[in-house]
């Protein structure tokens, strides 16, 4: 804005504001001044207009240090004539306490006697009390002779009488303590009829406490706005400085704070000194944070640091000692006001917005102050004047209304700009997640497959990289995977498969999955809900990721206690509760935790694994089965998540027969395509326990399976199927996972502990396909994992592959057991293809290739030449080798192999000799330790034989052990010392040699002479 066109709005606006008041001003009666002489003012010269007030100036009797309201004791008391307006005499300077009386004798005409008429006793330091002709008219105090009887008290009032007698005397006490100043009557009294000064009073106070109700209204409004959420500092500064100004408009004029409250003279003083002066430190710091960018420099720093010093000096100081510097007030109002007016000047050329409001509304202040200032010299009796503040406050409340509606066009912009940034960032997210997928999975499959084919060959730190690696993998999959649940449940692309879901069997199976991913916190995991609560109406896939979610969280955030899951039914609703025993949750937490990425212990979240939208998925997720998420949670008492489904109705027929869903094959073709009708690629024969607890998915799966030839056995539950396996001849379990008493993940786990994983293989079903729903199942011992809704050709695929296994391990084992039993102990094939078959749990092509790499194993190791004396040393070495190398991969850091001397020398050994000295050194020596230990292989050559031993530095074995090692076979041990032993002095006469010392290892050694041929005869 120009200066010229600002200099004349505020020209034009300061002169309607004189205009308004002295328009006002033609309402109010200007008092007439007339002057005593001598203590008489003789008013019988003319009447009194009925309308007219009149100034009791000039000098009026005074009689020092005394306290007289009559007549009859003036005669002998010492007087003295004085101005009535200022300051009284002291008399004696040394008095504790000084008071005296003014007197005034006023002659009326007889025309005006016998009506009524009001005083007016303006502010008198700092007592005083009223007497007209002896009569008691009224007071503010108690002016007293004695200082115990004196109750200071300094605000003005009326007093109202009717004139009966043409002369009146007027007595005024008044009392001052010295500390408080001198004493003196403020401003002038005033005579008038009752009625005019009544009105004149009225208006006096209606227009205080009008201007002072709008400033209280707008100190409340901000400081609701404040409160309800708009936390800007200058609304709370701005609310103090109203609130402020509007102790300051009661405080002056007509006093009206200290009618309201009786306080002492000196606590009246200190009140009004720290008024004024909160005023404008309030100010200065309204204007601060208002416009910072012109009110906080240091010259501003300096003068609200300066008001504040002045303001603790107006609290902490007697009253004597203030007014000993009372004129430090009026630099204080002064030198602030002119330098906020010439900033403010400064900050409207500048053009900053609406500022103009801001120049109007100090304009309007000023027209105040100006007319304080030029009152006395116009009017005798000063008026209260309302306008110029109460256009001073609009004004400002103006410029704060267009600063808000700016702000709202702005916030509406900004948010439009919000909304589509954030759509692009969901995209982005989305996007990014989906090409993350993908190479995650690769380093995942990468990762494990390195970690179980190459454990052996790489050190124990690389390994747990490894190891390392594979969690921080999974961690990421379950983040991507809420990431992208985040993204379609704002999308509104999630679609729910409503149908009635068996409660119990879902807890069930959640809380199983949860106690394998616990990571050893001694945490009980306890289900409340029985198995005849009623089904609940929701997505079963989607119910159970809302479980599954509120109970990791709770796993997170608990280190020891309980987790607990319970529900109840209320009307025809369930309730469903995930309560825990961890440490609780801040109230400023509850409030935003169901927000996305929005964290309680963010260090803790995220060392768990998590990003805050566990929650916010669960809160969307239950919303759309229309039903609402509560927590209910105190520090150090734990939290409960709270939420509601629908109670289903009579499940219907179709619904029944559709859980499972068996999809069909495309065709006739594909299906001979996939599965020749060859019966040599048939398996055999086979017994297969399929469990559920739903009769109709029993029978479809009885359907699908048995035209494949097997035998098919069904359960119902958990511990049905267990009563079953009593028989060992099973060849394949398919378990449903969400079986209420027991799911599929504990009844694997109970079948691993009685049968291994090709003696027994275990296939399980479930709806849910996610990272953590895979991984508990193959952590609690499952072969293969299958998700519904299931595909015929599918199922039957990984079932003949499960049983073809199974049985070809079983013939396997049953062809080579009576040899096995003469050469090598049995629990080693069994472990042996145990690890084969954990190692290919996830990847069929990959089992395949493994398993065919073992039977190469077998045959290398255990061919026909194997029955002869004697084969070529590095025929054994390379069956050595293969066992070592399926040894290391079972048992990683625990076993490590050192190969000494000579592999390569022409000499012949007995089969199987070195290995069956490495797996006694194994099984015997170093397993025997927690820690495992080192194997080592040493193979010296000299010039007549050859010295093999095997050294480890295991637990050792006690004199008595070694003496007797080779005295008898041990039936049922399999090959061992007394075998090998016999063979060796069979051939060259001298056997094993043992060298052994508790806790500290074991060498066994045998020579094998130079050119050892046996001859054709005996190899």
């Given at each position: 804005m120009k200066k010229t066109k600002l200099f004349l709005y505020i020209t034009i606006f300061f002169i309607v504001l004189a205009c308004i008041r002295l328009f006002w001003l033609t309402f109010h009666v200007i008092p007439d001044e007339r002057y005593a002489n001598d203590g008489v003012l003789d008013l019988r010269s003319e009447n009194m207009p009925s309308d007219d007030v009149i100034t009791l100036s000039g000098d009026w009797s005074f009689y020092p240090n005394q306290l007289l309201h009559q007549t009859e004791d003036l005669e002998s008391s010492?007087?003295?004539?004085?101005?009535?307006?200022?300051?009284?005499?002291?008399?004696?300077?040394?008095?504790?306490?000084?008071?005296?009386?003014?007197?005034?004798?006023?002659?009326?005409?007889?025309?005006?006697?016998?009506?009524?008429?009001?005083?007016?006793?303006?502010?008198?330091?700092?007592?005083?009390?009223?007497?007209?002709?002896?009569?008691?008219?009224?007071?503010?105090?108690?002016?007293?002779?004695?200082?115990?009887?004196?109750?200071?008290?300094?605000?003005?009032?009326?007093?109202?009488?009717?004139?009966?007698?043409?002369?009146?005397?007027?007595?005024?006490?008044?009392?001052?303590?010295?500390?408080?100043?001198?004493?003196?009557?403020?401003?002038?009294?005033?005579?008038?009829?009752?009625?005019?000064?009544?009105?004149?009073?009225?208006?006096?106070?209606?227009?205080?406490?009008?201007?002072?109700?709008?400033?209280?209204?707008?100190?409340?409004?901000?400081?609701?706005?404040?409160?309800?959420?708009?936390?800007?500092?200058?609304?709370?500064?701005?609310?103090?400085?109203?609130?402020?100004?509007?102790?300051?408009?009661?405080?002056?004029?007509?006093?009206?704070?200290?009618?309201?409250?009786?306080?002492?003279?000196?606590?009246?003083?200190?009140?009004?000194?720290?008024?004024?002066?909160?005023v404008m430190l309030f100010l200065l710091l309204y204007f601060k944070y208002l416009i910072p960018d012109y009110m906080n420099n240091r010259l501003f720093r300096l003068m609200r640091l300066g008001c504040l010093v002045y303001l603790t000096?107006?609290?902490?100081?007697?009253?004597?000692?203030?007014?000993?510097?009372?004129?430090?007030?009026?630099?204080?109002?002064?030198?602030?006001?002119?330098?906020?007016?010439?900033?403010?000047?400064?900050?409207?050329?500048?053009?900053?917005?609406?500022?103009?409001?801001?120049?109007?509304g100090v304009t309007a202040v000023t027209s105040n102050v100006v007319w304080l200032v030029?009152?006395?010299?116009?009017?005798?009796?000063?008026?209260?004047?309302?306008?110029?503040?109460?256009?001073?406050?609009?004004?400002?409340?103006?410029?704060?209304?267009?600063?808000?509606?700016?702000?709202?066009?702005?916030?509406?912009?900004?948010?439009?700009?919000?909304?589509?940034?954030?759509?692009?960032?969901?995209?982005?997210l989305a996007n990014t997640s989906h090409e993350l997928r993908n190479p995650l999975h690769g380093i995942v499959n990468i990762a494990e497959h390195v970690l179980k084919t190459e454990r052996a060959a790489i050190r124990a730190e690389s390994r747990h990289d490894l190891e390392l690696l594979l969690t921080v993998g999974r961690r990421m999959e379950l983040l991507i995977n809420d990431l992208l649940d985040m993204t379609q449940l704002k999308e509104n692309q999630i679609r729910l498969q409503l149908k009635p879901v068996d409660l119990s069997a879902v807890v069930k199976g959640v809380l199983d999955m949860l106690r394998f991913m616990a990571a050893g916190k001694p945490i009980r995991f306890i289900s409340k809900v029985t198995g005849d609560f009623p089904a609940v109406k929701a997505d079963e896939n989607r119910l159970l990721q809302i479980l599954f979610n509120l109970a990791h969280n709770a796993v997170?955030?608990?280190?020891?206690?309980?987790?607990?899951?319970?529900?109840?039914?209320?009307?025809?609703?369930?309730?469903?509760?995930?309560?825990?025993?961890?440490?609780?949750?801040?109230?400023?937490?509850?409030?935003?935790?169901?927000?996305?990425?929005?964290?309680?212990?963010?260090?803790?979240?995220?060392?768990?694994?998590?990003?805050?939208l566990g929650l916010a998925i669960c809160k969307e997720l239950v919303e759309l089965h229309g039903g609402e998420l509560t927590v209910t949670s105190s520090k150090g008492n734990g939290s409960s998540f709270t939420f509601f489904l629908p109670i289903a109705d009579e499940i219907p027929e179709s619904l029944e027969q559709n859980e499972l869903f068996i999809e069909p094959e495309q065709s006739g073709a594909s299906i001979h395509a996939s599965e020749p009708a060859n019966e040599e690629n048939l398996p055999a024969v086979a017994n297969i326990l399929i469990v559920d607890d739903d009769p109709v998915n029993l029978h479809i799966m009885d359907k699908t399976i048995s035209a494949e030839h097997y035998a098919i056995t069904t359960a119902l539950s958990g511990e049905e199927a267990l009563e079953k396996l009593t028989d060992p001849n099973w060849d394949l379990v398919i378990s449903d996972v969400m079986m209420p008493q027991m799911s599929g993940y504990e009844l694997t786990e109970i079948i691993r502990k009685r049968f291994t994983i090709s003696e027994l293989p275990v296939l399980l079903l479930?709806?849910?396909?996610?990272?953590?729903?895979?991984?508990?199942?193959?952590?609690?011992?499952?072969?293969?994992?299958?998700?519904?809704?299931?595909?015929?050709?599918?199922?039957?695929?990984?079932?003949?592959?499960?049983?073809?296994?199974?049985?070809?391990?079983?013939?396997?084992?049953?062809?080579?057991?009576?040899?096995l039993q003469a050469q090598i102990q049995p629990h080693f094939l069994f472990n042996t293809l145990n690890t084969i078959l954990a190692l290919m749990e996830y990847d069929q092509q990959k089992m395949r290739a493994v398993f065919e790499a073992f039977i190469d194993y077998l045959q290398s190791g255990f061919d026909f030449e194997n029955s002869k004396q004697a084969i070529p040393l590095q025929q054994e070495l390379a069956v050595v080798r293969s066992y070592l190398f399926i040894e290391q991969a079972r048992f990683g850091d625990r076993l490590n192999v050192i190969w000494e001397g000579e592999e390569e020398i022409e000499v012949d050994v007995p089969p199987l000799s070195i290995q069956t000295l490495v797996e006694n050194a194994l099984n015997h020596g170093i397993l025997k330790q927690a820690e495992g230990g080192t194997i080592r292989?040493?193979?010296?050559?000299?010039?007549?034989?050859?010295?093999?031993?095997?050294?480890?530095?295991?637990v050792g074995m006690p004199a008595e052990i070694t003496r007797g090692a080779f005295t008898q076979a041990k039936p049922g041990k399999g090959v061992g010392l007394y075998n090998t032993d016999r063979r060796l002095k069979q051939l060259y006469g001298h056997g094993l040699v043992i060298q052994s010392t508790a806790n500290k290892g074991t060498t066994v050694s045998f020579r094998v002479p130079l050119q050892n041929t046996v001859g054709p005869g005996k190899r």
């Open positions: 010492e007087k003295r004539y004085q101005s009535v307006q200022g300051e009284w005499e002291k008399g004696n300077e040394q008095a504790s306490l000084q008071y005296g009386t003014y007197h005034l004798r006023l002659l009326l005409n007889e025309a005006d006697t016998e009506k009524p008429y009001g005083i007016r006793i303006p502010s008198i330091r700092s007592a005083s009390h009223v007497y007209l002709n002896g009569k008691s008219l009224g007071q503010a105090g108690v002016p007293a002779a004695d200082q115990s009887d004196f109750i200071s008290r300094n605000v003005p009032y009326y007093v109202y009488f009717y004139a009966d007698t043409e002369e009146i005397d007027l007595f005024i006490q008044v009392a001052n303590l010295p500390d408080t100043g001198p004493g003196s009557v403020e401003q002038h009294i005033t005579l008038g009829h009752m009625d005019v000064l009544k009105r004149e009073e009225l208006i006096s106070l209606i227009s205080e406490i009008m201007v002072a109700v709008v400033f209280l209204i707008h100190s409340l409004y901000a400081g609701l706005i404040y409160l309800l959420g708009i936390r800007q500092k200058e609304l709370i500064f701005f609310m103090l400085l109203t609130l402020h100004a509007t102790l300051m408009i009661l405080a002056s004029d007509s006093k009206l704070l200290y009618v309201f409250l009786s306080v002492p003279y000196d606590w009246q003083m200190k009140m009004t000194y720290y008024i004024y002066s909160a000096f107006i609290i902490l100081a007697p009253v004597s000692m203030i007014l000993s510097v009372k004129s430090l007030l009026l630099l204080v109002l002064l030198i602030p006001s002119l330098i906020i007016t010439i900033q403010l000047i400064r900050v409207t050329f500048h053009g900053m917005a609406d500022s103009v409001y801001i120049m109007l030029l009152s006395p010299r116009i009017t005798p009796v000063y008026v209260f004047y309302p306008f110029d503040l109460l256009f001073a406050i609009i004004i400002f409340c103006i410029f704060w209304f267009k600063r808000y509606f700016r702000n709202v066009e702005r916030t509406k912009l900004l948010s439009e700009r919000l909304k589509w940034a954030n759509k692009k960032k969901d995209e982005f997170k955030y608990t280190e020891n206690g309980s987790i607990t899951i319970h529900a109840s039914v209320v009307g025809t609703k369930a309730y469903i509760s995930v309560s825990d025993t961890g440490p609780g949750i801040d109230e400023d937490v509850q409030k935003r935790m169901f927000e996305p990425y929005e964290q309680g212990d963010p260090g803790k979240a995220a060392s768990a694994g998590g990003i805050g479930t709806a849910r396909n996610r990272p953590e729903d895979i991984y508990t199942g193959f952590q609690s011992g499952a072969n293969d994992y299958i998700t519904k809704p299931v595909n015929s050709l599918e199922l039957r695929a990984r079932v003949r592959t499960l049983v073809h296994i199974k049985q070809t391990t079983s013939e396997h084992l049953r062809m080579e057991a009576a040899w292989l040493a193979i010296i050559r000299d010039e007549q034989e050859v010295t093999i031993s095997i050294s480890d530095d295991g």
